[in-house]
């Protein structure tokens, strides 16, 4: 087996760690992309906006970005049962760990509106001031093609002009030595093996992301940010001895992607959880089969997250309940917006939801988003009642009969969001965040609270292309038999319809129970991930259908 | 096939040397540089509500740098073609590579020679078809749900590429390429109806991008106010594209289980025997079908070689009349195991078809004969449950309709469903002729199945 000195010894990587500080975070590395810093980035910037609006656009922005994606992967175990990359040695190794995947993009985008159509012009690379004019006149003369004949007039949101530099507090990942990463790994794996328990297979990535970002438009506006990316996959699987054939599987909740910097993971209690880990991966093996029926069920704060994100967190978004993405991602069962807003009862009281991006932590946040707007916190759901929807400058003005019948200004919520530079700016998920209830109820204490249910744990949920019907599974659901958390269940999935799902919640967790997830999400057939939280809190809901993953219910 | 892109905007073989040259000038400690440069030209136009919501052209590329020394291989992929990004990007992979922890073994060529097939992957009326055109072709995608007051959205996508690998020991592979993808969805206004259809191939010539707007219409026409049935089993006739939908845990990529050292050695997924090793040689399919690939497939051209490594692919008889006869492996395992001087990489296409003189039948002819069933036009989200047997859950979308003593009665809202590509390709009752479906970035071609007691488990009355 390989051991950690060994690591020690042949890795040059970790040679060069050895030389590092243990404590503190003071080292910084060279930046990756010198030549940014020497570009003259504002007449670049500024040859795109100006050629974009001599060709005719009404409104033009452009993008630069500069972004850097870090990801490292090691594994130990008995097998080589999750190796991405194998080779016939893998079998002989107990603890393999594999060449960091990097990559770098640089890219600039220059978007231009012209008779109510969007035009885009993206370049990979750096691009001189004339390739960025060059650009401008591209992105208003597709708009200006595309837009002819049409006569809708398209309004934008007004937006104030902004300047500035902002970057996330943190520490920034790329600065930190590649041999402390692997350190770290390494130290994921040390805390399993304290544990004295035999976790016999445990696969570890930390994914690591930074995005510089120039932002300016046509209104004046000109912003630079830097945010970061940190997160981390911990999944285990356990048996109690070495000849136990059923795998207790596990993945570690507290390393889902957030907002911040490499200090993200250096806070985390690897050690204090290891045990916690391993246990529930065993506790997960003594299985009994469900019966098929309905049941209250007790979700967990990170199983409230996932339901929130698939449900109210996709049937939000405005561009979907408007049809705008209907031949790609699909729409919303939040139908009529419009007629819908501060009306619809879509939700128990007890649930009120914001969304922002300006969460600290928060995996979406930003100081500006990619139309220059500083995002507020919107509330989506007001005690169960639909109270505005994720929008841009763009779809802010499609419910804006709606805004004026509730007495309320057309404003983004700040939903822009480019996933690179040559890819046009969409509406993406921001933060959100299940407001805790008033009463300091625990899980527990909604497990007390329940005669016969079940409880999950760690659940993952998936819906269908309106958000409206879904399933919950999980490695970690247990009955409920008179306030006790009895035997773990096998197979067992969820189904629920969104509105009565929400509608049915009888109780929720309080301030205390609150806890904030990572989730990572695609659009359509995008290349990268994008991540942004879900803040959430433990829930009971009544009278839900429970049926088995393997048969028909 | 041109031996030249003609396009400014993509890289020519020269441009893709040059920059292979230097590159190689900054490495340090020897071993062997892949270069994988993938230089593309994109225009796409976008609608929704029956107006075309963006137009965009884009200039992209990716370069990956792969280096492979005697500390270790590592990959690094930058859109920097500058000196300087050259440079940064160089040396953060060398210094990956230094970590990785097993050394790359010399005497497995690192990028093959092999010659390769040569399908033509290149149409100059799609890399030339303008953002003009596009306009033009939309707006007469766009008329006829406009005309019926319904509303159209969709997506139309045409690239011009440049794929190139290029290593130290020779190896120069460079090959030009162009794509069209075009998927439309016809709604109502109110919402209750829902009709989509698309398609992809390396030509505009190819494809009908108008047959498309108007299936969609028609669906959607066909579709207003469904009803509820019970869920159970059903016999069911599955069109091209959700025969495809279901078969992506099979064949789809990254989940491809036609692996033969995922079957042989780790003894996971549908095709292990557990430590007996793979089933290849058992009867797996119904013993009509034939699942092949081959890069001169007239309608299936792909590019003809692994891009990160070069290694060409070839025909290959994966499932004849029901029999797995291959699952695909890489080199080391063909060289340790196989004791065979060829990869066999699973590619990006796939046809799947009856076996000769095995009568095909129109959908039209399967509905004919089916007593009750239902005609599915795609899935959604399918994803699998159990790698072991492959069972998936996933939604109907986009038309969903009863057949009752074969005639189409009426539309039925959607369901959600339990099955496994396996069991349903072994319930066949009727095979189609096998067309493209929508794939992007690969080329499948299947024939729509109609299958006997397909498992929907729950309602999903979504539109």
Redesign the interface.
């Known amino acids: 087996m ?1 051991s950690r000195r060994h690591f020690l010894h042949t ?3 970790a040679a060069a760690a050895s030389l590092l500080p243990r404590k503190g975070f003071a080292y910084s590395a060279p930046h ?4 940014i810093e020497t570009l003259p980035i504002p007449a670049i910037l500024s040859a795109a906006i100006n050629e974009a609006k001599a060709a005719g656009a009404q409104y033009s922005d452009v993008h630069l970005r500069v972004s850097q994606r870090e990801d490292l992967t090691a594994f130990w175990g008995r ?3 999750y190796a991405p990359f ?4 893998d ?1 002989y ?1 107990w603890f ?12 600039i ?1 220059v978007r231009a509106l012209v008779r ?11 691009a001189s001031t004339d390739q960025a004019a060059v650009l401008g006149r ?1 992105a208003a ?3 200006a ?6 006569s ?1 007039v398209l309004e934008l949101a007004p937006a104030p002009v902004v300047s500035g530099t902002w970057v996330m507090p943190g520490i920034d990942p790329f600065s930190v030595p ?1 041999g402390e990463k ?1 350190e770290y790994l390494m130290a994921m794996q040390e805390a399993l093996r304290e544990t004295r328990l035999e976790a016999i297979r445990s696969y570890t990535t930390l994914n690591l992301c930074k995005d510089e970002r120039t932002f300016a438009s046509s209104d004046g506006s000109f912003v630079t940010q830097t945010t970061f990316t940190t997160g981390a996959r911990w999944e285990i699987d356990a048996v109690s001895d070495s000849t136990g054939t059923q795998e207790g599987h596990r993945v570690a909740d507290y390393l889902t992607p957030a907002g911040a910097g490499w200090e993200y993971l250096c806070t985390q209690p690897l050690h204090d959880r290891a045990q916690q880990l391993v246990e529930d991966g065993l506790r997960s093996q003594h299985v009994t089969p469900v019966n098929i029926g309905r049941y209250d069920v007790v979700f967990d704060a990170a199983s409230t997250a996932a339901l929130l994100d698939c449900t109210l967190g996709t049937a939000t978004e405005l561009d979907r309940a ?7 991602v ?2 919303s ?1 939040l ?1 009529d917006p419009v007629a819908m807003l501060g009306m619809q009862q879509v939700a128990s009281p007890l649930i009120t939801v914001t969304a922002n991006r300006s969460m600290f932590g928060g995996a979406a946040t930003v100081r500006w988003d990619d139309e220059g707007i500083a995002p507020p916190e919107a509330t989506l759901i007001k005690n169960g009642i639909l109270n505005d929807f994720q929008t841009t400058r763009e779809s802010a003005t499609w419910l804006a009969p709606a805004y004026q019948r509730l007495n309320r200004s057309v404003t983004s919520n700040g939903c822009a969001h480019a996933l690179g530079s ?1 890819t ?1 700016v969409t509406q993406r998920r921001p933060n959100l965040v299940l407001q805790p209830g008033t009463q300091a109820l625990s899980f527990e204490d909604l497990v007390k609270n329940t005669k016969r249910g079940i409880a999950i744990i760690g659940g993952e949920a ?1 819906a ?3 958000a ?2 879904g ?1 919950m ?1 999980s490695r970690q659901i247990f009955s409920i038999t008179n306030g006790v958390i009895g035997t773990s269940l096998s197979n067992a999935e969820v ?1 629920f ?1 969104a509105p009565e799902l929400w509608r049915s919640v009888e109780a929720i967790g309080g301030a205390a129970t609150a806890r904030t997830f990572g989730f990572e999400r695609w659009r359509d ?1 995008e290349e990268d991930r994008v991540a942004h939280s879900v803040a959430s809190v433990p829930i009971k809901v009544t009278n839900l259908a429970v ?1 088995n ?2 048969y ?2 | 096939m041109p031996l030249e892109t003609n396009l400014p905007g993509v890289l020519s073989d020269a441009d893709g040397k040059a920059l292979f040259t230097k590159i190689r000038q900054m490495t340090t400690g020897g071993g062997d540089t892949v270069l994988t440069i993938r230089s593309r030209q994109s225009g796409s136009t976008t609608w929704a509500r029956n107006r075309i919501t963006l137009a965009s052209e884009t200039r992209t590329i990716n370069l990956t740098i792969e280096r492979k020394t005697l500390r270790g291989r590592a990959s690094i992929t930058t859109t920097q073609t500058d000196d300087a990004g050259l440079r940064t990007a160089v040396q953060q992979v060398e210094e990956a590579a230094s970590i990785d922890q097993v050394p790359f073994v010399r005497g497995l060529p690192s990028v093959s020679n092999q010659e390769i097939a040569h399908p033509t992957l290149w149409s100059d009326a799609t890399a030339h078809f303008s953002s003009g055109d596009r306009t033009a072709l939309v707006n007469s995608l766009i008329a006829p749900s406009m005309a019926a007051g319904m509303l159209s959205a969709g997506k139309l996508q045409t690239t011009a590429d440049a794929h190139m690998t290029i290593n130290a020991e020779g190896t120069f592979r460079y090959y030009p390429v162009t794509t069209v993808d075009c998927s439309v969805t016809t709604r109502n206004a109110t919402g209750t109806a829902s009709g989509w259809a698309g398609t992809n191939h390396y030509a505009l010539e190819k494809i009908d991008p108008k047959a498309l707007a108007a299936r969609a219409l028609d669906k959607c026409q066909a579709s207003v106010d469904p009803r509820a049935v019970e869920p159970g089993h059903y016999t069911v006739i599955l069109e091209p594209q959700a025969v495809a939908d279901l078969l992506t845990p099979m064949i789809g990529l990254p989940t491809n289980s036609m692996d033969r050292y995922a079957a042989e050695v780790m003894s996971v997924g549908p095709f292990s025997h557990g430590s007996d090793g793979s089933r290849i040689g058992e009867r797996i399919l119904d013993d009509r079908l034939i699942l092949h690939s081959d890069p001169m497939d007239v309608d299936g051209g792909f590019l003809p070689y692994v891009e990160s490594d070069g290694i060409p692919y070839r025909p290959a008889s994966w499932v004849d009349r029901g029999i797995l006869k291959e699952l695909g492996y890489h080199l080391g395992y063909a060289q340790w195991k196989l004791h065979r001087k060829e990869a066999l990489p699973c590619p990006e296409s796939y046809r799947l078809m009856a076996a000769p003189n095995v009568q095909t039948r129109s959908v039209e002819e399967m509905i004919a004969s089916t007593d009750r069933g239902l005609l599915v036009t795609r899935f959604y989200d399918v994803r699998c449950i159990d790698g072991g047997n492959l069972l998936c859950t996933g939604v109907t979308r986009d038309g969903l309709w009863l057949i009752q003593q074969g005639k189409i009665t009426r539309p039925v809202k959607n369901f959600r469903f339990r099955e496994s590509p396996l069991y349903v390709l072994n319930r066949v009752v009727n095979i189609g002729v096998p067309v493209r479906v929508f794939s992007p970035d690969r080329a499948w071609i299947v024939p729509a199945i109609q299958s006997h007691d397909f498992s929907f488990t729950s309602l999903s009355d979504a539109v």
């Open positions: 390989l890795s040059a990587a990756l992309i010198s030549t097998t080589p049962g194998r080779t016939p040695m079998e190794l393999r760990y594999y060449a960091p995947a990097r990559s770098i993009r640089v890219g985008g109510g159509t969007w035009g885009f012009a993206g370049l990979d690379g750096i591209s003369a597709e708009a093609r595309a837009g002819a004949g049409q809708q590649i692997f408007m049809g705008m993405v209907a031949n790609t699909g729409t069962y139908t040559t046009p998936t269908d292309y309106q409206l019907n399933t599974t189904l319809r057939r049926g993953v393997y028909a219910s």
